[in-house]
């Protein structure tokens, strides 16, 4: 009995406590708010006492960096306010948040006579892309810049942005080092790339994956994707599927089909020829042709470089050599077929009298003429050094009479 007695004593105990803790919580929910309280422990009465917005606002700042209010309880958005190229900036607050900093591509460079004193805003030419597109500027100023001069586009952080863009041209796209990317669209289509596919195949390939979403063949992603017989609807500026998952057969009813882009059977060539190599092999049928495997794009298309018995070729979209750029293999290692992929491009979209001159293994010739100058050009074909006169040839400090084409 004495046991069955505690036991309820305790259970008693337990309720009021219980009582207890909620009467404390509806006390505090439906107190007066103290607002002289230097805890931030009701935001919004904070907030509203204070005539501030309680709501982040997302579009407030554009495309500058927001922060939340530091000072009031994080209440409403901040924007922080960019200081422009030699503005003062400070390298040591003395608040704990910062409301100014140097604007995109700017750092704030220590005063070198005295580290206590304010700094200054300066793009930093220590970053590739900023330096290259100074010089540009300098050179545009000096009225010395030639006709294949191409000017890097640098994103916030003085990084290379995706897309760029070589003059009178076509535009390609590069990772944040410059590093060339799959992706390429005549220099008239730049303002519908954005090479965010080509960013996300260099990102998961570096992963070790060799599976994921489909590309357009200008780096962008493709709308309409499938896998594994499962299609659906991307929408790249959201990163959201809005449509599906369909069964493959009823692609052609998706509101992202278009008959200019896509085929019936889903697969581009070079993926669907893949698919066919692929059940070939595991059937052990015996290969006699000269033919590998098809090397595909994250478009589905054939990628540039293809191999053929002992030899490596220039390819178009379609597997078929481009001219006659090939090259034996053990000299492939290089090989990127950038030159004759873009002479391509730029001869069936009307452009051919201003198509690159390439080397018999479809790389840049090193040094290209245009209207009466002649100037060397770099692995994309873009010019480095002031250009001559055409006559003027053998100034250029990249010619060379023996083999230009030696690497
Ligand atoms: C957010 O800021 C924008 C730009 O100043 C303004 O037009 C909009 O009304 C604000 N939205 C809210 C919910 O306050
Ligand atoms: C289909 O694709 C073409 C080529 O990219 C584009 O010009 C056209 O606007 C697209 N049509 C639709 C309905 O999206
Ligand atoms: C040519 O360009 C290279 C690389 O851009 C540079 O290092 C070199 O100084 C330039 N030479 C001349 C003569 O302009």
Not at 58 to 81: D, K, W
Not at 106 to 111: A, E, I, R
Not at 189 to 200: G, L, N, P, S, T
Request: charged share 20%.
């Amino acid at each position: 009995m004495r046991r069955v007695g505690e036991m309820l004593a305790g259970m008693l105990a337990g309720v009021l406590v219980l009582a207890g803790v909620l009467l404390v919580l509806v006390g505090v929910c439906v107190g007066e708010y103290q607002h002289d309280s230097i805890l931030c422990d009701d935001v919004q009465a904070i907030c509203d006492i204070n005539n501030l917005p309680y709501d982040k606002n997302e579009t407030l700042c554009g495309t500058r960096q927001s922060f939340l209010n530091p000072s009031e309880c994080n209440c409403g958005t901040f924007c922080l306010q960019d200081l422009a190229e030699g503005n003062e900036c400070d390298t040591k607050s003395v608040l704990s948040y910062p409301s100014r900093l140097c604007g995109p591509q700017l750092t704030c460079v220590p005063n070198p006579s005295n580290i206590d004193e304010p700094g200054t805003c300066k793009k930093n030419s220590a970053w590739p892309c900023l330096h290259l597109a100074q010089q540009y500027e300098l050179d545009e100023e000096a009225g010395v810049l030639g006709p294949g001069r191409y000017k890097p586009t640098c994103d916030d952080f003085g990084r290379y942005s995706p897309v760029q863009c070589s003059p009178s041209s076509t535009c390609y796209c590069v990772n944040p080092e410059g590093r060339r990317l799959f992706g390429e669209s005549l220099i008239a289509e730049q303002d519908k790339m954005d090479c965010r596919c080509a960013v996300y195949w260099d990102e998961i390939e570096t992963k070790g994956f060799s599976q994921g979403l489909r590309c357009l063949a200008n780096g962008n992603f493709d709308s309409l994707n499938c896998q594994d017989n499962i299609c659906f609807c991307f929408d790249k500026d959201t990163n959201t599927i809005p449509y599906g998952p369909f069964p493959l057969n009823s692609l052609s009813t998706l509101p992202c089909y278009n008959t200019s882009l896509h085929r019936e059977e889903y697969y581009n060539p070079c993926h669907k020829q893949q698919l066919l190599w692929d059940s070939q092999s595991s059937e052990n049928m015996v290969i006699v042709s000269e033919k590998r495997r098809p090397v595909c794009s994250p478009d589905g298309y054939y990628a540039s470089v293809q191999q053929l018995g002992n030899t490596a070729y220039c390819s178009d979209i379609y597997g078929n050599i481009i001219e006659d750029f090939s090259h034996t293999i053990e000299q492939t290692n290089e090989m990127t077929c950038n030159c004759a992929r873009r002479r391509q491009i730029m001869e069936e979209n009307g452009m051919g009298a201003s198509k690159p001159k390439c080397c018999p293994n479809g790389e840049y010739y090193p040094w290209q003429k245009r209207g009466l100058l002649a100037y060397c050009v770099d692995l994309n074909g873009n010019q480095y050094n002031e250009s001559v006169a055409a006559t003027d040839i053998q100034s250029l400090p990249c010619y060379n009479t023996l083999d230009p084409c030696q690497q």
